[in-house]
């Protein structure tokens, strides 16, 4: 089974952006849907956006217009771009990659959004 590692998390002020980026060591890449999911401090683990293996794209309501999923397939790479962040976006982000049945799932990296 493959392994997901994520980077790119960080203290940001209200307003700034980061980009999380997530290297998956799975084959062939290409044709796993890769997600980004968050959970903050006593809520249950959201999905916050995900790409299929064909592109298309699912976003949550809450970050609809500010957050942008990719995915560089010669890189086995997926990013998550956050702007306009907000102080409700404080959490941990985990870097999911799914096909069929079977989910694997990064350790995660924390994002914390000051006011």
């Known amino acids: 089974q493959g392994q997901l590692v994520e980077s790119g998390g960080g203290l940001v002020q209200a307003g700034g952006s980061l980009r999380l980026s997530c290297a998956a060591s799975?084959?062939?890449?290409?044709?796993?849907?890769m997600g980004w999911y968050r959970q903050a401090p006593g809520k249950r683990r959201e999905l916050v956006a995900a790409?299929?293996?064909?592109?298309?794209?699912n976003y949550a309501d809450s970050v609809k217009g500010r957050f942008t999923i990719s995915r560089d397939n010669a890189k086995n790479t997926v990013y998550l771009q956050m702007n306009s962040l907000k102080p409700e976006d404080t959490a941990i982000y985990y870097c999911?990659?799914?096909?069929?049945?079977?989910?694997?799932w990064g350790q995660g990296t924390q994002v914390t959004v000051s006011s």
């Open positions: 799975v084959s062939p890449f290409s044709i796993y849907a």
């Open positions: 999911n990659a799914a096909l069929g049945v079977g989910s694997i």
């Open positions: 790409m299929t293996g064909g592109g298309t794209t």
